[in-house]
């Protein structure tokens, strides 16, 4: 390609695999340089990355997945980067297929993982359940919402830096935000392998990020999307029961006046939302 490429590994204690991924993206002959974020590391990632020939930046504490890739981002020389897992799941063979689409005019390239390459099966059900809500909200087909395995233009990518999070959910966010800007976005088939080392998830806190991430779908591109169908099953509710108690009590009842109520105050809350949506990606 005619533009420089970077590479980004967020790496935290991922000593086992890193060599063998820096050596393999290497081998591609496409890079013109390979950034390994060292979030923390306690074990030697460090230095088996920049034995192996990679840049190495180093956290002096963990600071999150989604910081790594911020800081690899701001690191980043190249006009387009690729953002990989250090730990051996994602195959830098993909890599040509990803800058293919990029030379073809799109903004953001997603690996989307293909059945199979789920880690289990709840994170795969989950993962289907933010594909569909992202494919409503968006109304474009949304094939792996939550991929860490991508290629974007680097200026575009840092637009949205300061919307990133620290945690894991930097690809939902990265995603929705080029959506809601009208970047071009697109999705190529990868197989993700099994990763190399210990897993960082930790059931519990990711059930809980499963829920904060559905939230942030619908605020990151069109929070009113959501907010409104369930303002009108409340008016709905708050009317199919005020015709009940109509006609069996001649009377409006106090649940009705809840209802209406929160029908809404749920209405205004996503009309609100979506202007405040708005002035987030407003042109500064």
């Known amino acids: 390609m005619s533009l420089n490429i970077s590479v980004v590994l967020p790496a935290k204690n991922e000593s086992g695999a890193i060599g063998q991924t820096i050596a393999q993206i290497q081998q591609l002959q496409l890079a013109h340089e390979i950034i ?46 690729i953002f990989m897992d250090a730990d051996g799941q994602h195959d830098p063979q993909d890599i040509p297929r990803l800058l293919e689409k990029i030379e073809q005019g799109y903004d953001l390239v997603v690996g989307a993982r293909q059945k199979g390459s789920q880690a289990s099966i709840g994170r795969g059900v989950a ?120 006609y069996e009590f001649h009377r409006f009842t106090n649940m009705s006046a809840l209802l209406y109520t929160g029908s809404v105050m749920i209405f205004l809350m996503g009309l609100i939302s979506e202007q405040i949506t708005a002035l987030m990606y407003k042109e500064k």
Do not use: C
């Open 127 to 246: 993962n289907a359940l933010y594909n569909n809500l992202a494919t409503y909200m968006t109304e474009q087909k949304v094939e792996d919402l939550t991929s860490g395995f991508r290629a974007v233009r680097a200026d575009k990518f840092r637009e949205f830096l300061y919307l990133l999070p620290n945690g894991f959910s930097y690809p939902t966010t990265s995603t929705m935000a080029f959506f809601r800007a009208g970047y071009s976005v697109t999705y190529i088939p990868i197989h993700a392998a099994k990763r190399i080392g210990k897993s960082h998830i930790q059931p519990i806190k990711d059930g809980v990020r499963f829920f904060l991430i559905i939230f942030k779908i619908a605020t990151l591109f069109s929070p009113l999307k959501m907010f409104l169908p369930i303002a009108v099953v409340l008016f709905l509710m708050a009317t199919g029961w005020y015709g009940y108690t109509l």
């Open 36 to 81: 390994v974020v060292n979030d923390g590391s306690t074990d030697n990632t460090k230095q088996v990355a920049e034995a192996a020939g990679a840049k190495v930046v180093t956290h002096p504490y963990s600071k999150g997945n989604g910081a790594a890739i911020k800081t690899g981002a701001r690191s980043a020389t190249g006009d387009v980067i």
